[in-house]
């Protein structure tokens, strides 16, 4: 393990890997840095030295041995604040730690009120979707809330919004794939509301008037497609032919 913060802190390829660099920046402290691409789209010899890349989900805390893990997606970067409070994090007992996500778009900045596990304990964790789509870490550890922040951009334009939904999409359906999550007609009909409700009841920066609107909209939509594709993929799949003796 290299020097720096004992954190291996891992970058989900959410849109095909052509934002890594800043995301992969941000984490420049953590003792290990990985990237976790589900579509294999990333290109080894395009990440930083010492970057190691995976694909498999369920194989992420494989990919370093620093003992703790920091998840953070592809348009995500980590706020100085924040390694400031992985330090203190790390230095304390084992704990599950929310920190705040800055969610910019649409010329608005919105903070949810209850922010994903993205710091916990690498051993006993893996990554999870809450009913959002929003990826998390879990962990058999108490959770608490961490006083440091993600800044995720997610379109500064309505365009640059609808741009992203796509690769964002068949990287969130295949690693619900990956994860074997079968949903319900319930939990289907369900998911996209609360994804709406998280963005319109999430804390703003200022009055955001519509712009709130069509930020929940998209958020309900980008749960719609990621289950679609999802669904589209799984019906591609050739069905399992049984012998019969």
Known sequence: MTEGLPVLA????????????????????AAE???LDPLAEVVVSNLPAGVRLG???????????APWLLLLTEE????PALQDAAVAAAGGAPAAWRPVLE????????VPRRPPVRLAPREHSRVTFD?????????????????????????????AAVDALEPESRTRAALLAQLGTRPGA?????????????????????????????????????VVLSHARLWEWRQAQPAQIREVV
């Open 186 to 222: 319930v939990a289907l009909a369900a998911a996209p509301l609360l994804a709406l409700g998280r963005v319109l009841l999430a804390r703003a920066s200022e009055p955001a008037g519509l712009a709130r609107w069509i930020a929940a909209v998209f958020a309900a939509y980008r």
């Open 131 to 159: 009913h959002t789509l929003e990826l998390g870490l879990l962990a058999p550890s108490p959770v608490r809330r961490l006083h440091g922040a993600l800044s995720a951009t997610r379109g500064a334009s309505v365009a």
């Open 33 to 35: 840095r990985a990237v």
């Open 103 to 110: 969610l910019q778009t649409l010329g608005a900045c919105f």
């Open 76 to 79: 995500e970067v980590a706020t």
């Open 10 to 29: 891992v970058v989900v390829a959410t849109r095909g890997g052509t934002h890594l660099e800043a995301a992969l920046a941000s984490v420049a402290w």
């Open 55 to 65: 694909h498999d989900v369920a194989a992420v805390t494989t990919l370093g041995s």
